[in-house]
């Protein structure tokens, strides 16, 4: 069986010139390339948490309050990610070369997931915080308003953190930045959860604090585990683009017969894309190579994360054909034409 496979965008509009391609991995804005935004604004990001981490540290030793220590120490594990982000984002931005022919961008995903693995261990940590503070009868926090305002300073911060880093991470098509602003909502929530506990102490409640450290420790497990599975998705090829969707784009082109076998992988920003497709058999092999060139414009347009497409040509053999569907006559049964060929 014969095969063609086209290089992604060395396509040309059919006036000869060549598109203007630009898939998310070169996004910039002010002429700035996408790497150094995400590490600017993890920068930001480290920045801020490590102020934060040390205002709710003080106030937790001080007041005593278990609730308040375990999202401290939630907090400095959102720092170390950052540490973390800001490594593997120079590793990601690295140019393809001769062993990683496909790039770097891996890097960050696999980033994230070292900051939901760290996420995890966060919450044993805290775990184990708890468990001691249950074991030794510890009493109730004293809280003072010096405490309240730490609580709650750290709670604003983390909330218009976790939204400005979401919105970031969007705009940069950044798996890393979407990953540690959960990480950075959570930390909000269960900030809201120290606060609730310590206002439940101080009227009487002692236990309140030890339960708010609990549901601290299964908000941010819960994280966690969300940022792994998601990670996990792109590490192990989960398909990204809908192939329907794909045969549909493809059967604009003039006297295409068939698109199969449509595979895709890849991250947002960086998708992998190949597929086969046959042509009318009275079409000249020019004639193919000018329409798949088509074709691969046609799918750089309508799907903007595709950054490759490799695109092989095969003859149009019967298996390519759909699958019949038994037509009933009254009194008997018939086979339906052949005559269709869109696949």
């Known amino acids: 069986m014969s095969a063609m ?7 040309q509009s059919p006036d000869g010139s060549r598109p203007e391609v630009q898939s998310s991995a070169s996004l910039s804005h002010g002429g700035e390339g996408r790497a150094p935004q995400v590490r600017r604004v993890l920068w930001g990001v480290l920045g801020v948490t490590l102020c934060v981490a040390a205002l709710k540290g003080a106030a937790g030793v001080l007041s005593g309050s278990a609730a308040l220590l375990a999202d401290a120490v939630h907090s400095a594990f959102d720092a170390a990610n950052n540490i973390l982000g800001l490594t593997a984002m120079g590793v990601a931005s690295q140019p393809p070369d001769d062993d990683h022919p496909y790039g770097h961008h891996k890097a960050e995903v696999a980033a994230a997931l070292l900051v939901g693995v760290g996420i995890l261990y966060g919450a044993v940590e805290m ?38 880093e979401a919105s970031e991470g969007e705009r940069l098509d950044s798996e890393l930045l979407r990953a540690d602003a959960a990480d950075t909502r959570c930390d909000a929530w269960t900030t809201l959860a120290a606060l609730v506990g310590m206002g439940l102490s101080s009227v009487g409640f002692a236990a309140a604090d030890i339960l708010a450290a609990l549901i601290v420790m299964g908000m941010v497990a819960f994280t966690g585990a969300s940022i792994i599975r998601r990670g996990f998705g792109v590490l192990m090829d989960q398909s990204r683009l809908d192939a329907d969707e794909v045969k549909a784009v493809a059967h604009q082109v003039p006297g295409l017969l068939s698109c199969h076998d449509v595979r895709s992988r890849g991250m947002r920003g960086h998708v992998h894309l190949d597929l086969h497709v046959t042509f009318c058999p009275e079409t000249t092999l020019a004639e193919a190579g000018e329409r798949m060139l088509l074709l691969k414009r046609l799918l750089h347009s309508h799907f903007v994360d595709v950054q490759d497409i490799v695109v092989q040509l095969e003859p149009h053999l019967p298996h390519h054909l759909p699958a019949p569907s038994p037509i009933h006559v009254p009194g008997k049964n018939r086979e339906p034409s052949r005559s269709l060929v869109v696949h």
């Open 5 to 11: 496979k086209t290089d992604a965008l060395e396509s």
């Open 127 to 164: 775990g184990r915080h708890v468990f001691s503070a249950i074991l030794s009868n510890g009493h109730a926090p004293e809280i003072s308003p010096w405490t309240w305002a730490a609580a709650l300073v750290g709670l604003v911060s983390s909330a218009l953190l976790a939204r400005f």
